[in-house]
């Protein structure tokens, strides 16, 4: 079965760094893009980043740009969001999500993707 497992999500100030991960099992990690998307309360589900296993091309949305890295580790099958310079309005549950995508094709349309892990909370105070 395919899993994903994010954590890595808590309280910071703003201004502060968290690195969420996203473990996956079950599938073929390097053929796939995984993405990580943020939903806050009252608003629609938001792509933030994503990469593609098998080209590591990567995108972000432009809210984060600069202050947010993904990067994976294939050896653990496991993609990283290192959020730095957080702010009050970073704060939202944060889901990774994976699509099978051995050409590299990358999207942060929700409905692009094929499966989602749990939600790992981040909260920015100010």
């Known amino acids: 079965d395919v899993q994903l497992q994010a954590s890595g999500g808590g309280l910071v100030q703003e201004g502060g760094s968290l690195r969420l991960s996203c473990a996956a099992s079950g599938f073929t990690f390097d053929d796939y893009t995984i993405a990580w998307f943020r939903q806050a309360p009252g608003k629609e589900r938001e792509g933030v980043s994503c990469?593609?296993?098998?080209?590591?091309?990567?995108y972000y949305s432009d809210s984060v740009k600069g202050r947010f890295t993904i990067s994976s580790d294939n050896a653990k099958n496991t993609v990283y969001l290192q959020m730095n310079s957080l702010k009050p309005e970073d704060t939202a549950v944060y889901f990774c999500a994976a699509k099978n995508s051995p050409t590299g094709v990358t999207s942060t349309t929700a409905r692009w993707y094929q499966y989602w892990g749990q939600g790992t909370l981040v909260t920015v105070s100010s």
């Open positions: 990469i593609s296993l098998s080209d590591h091309s990567t």
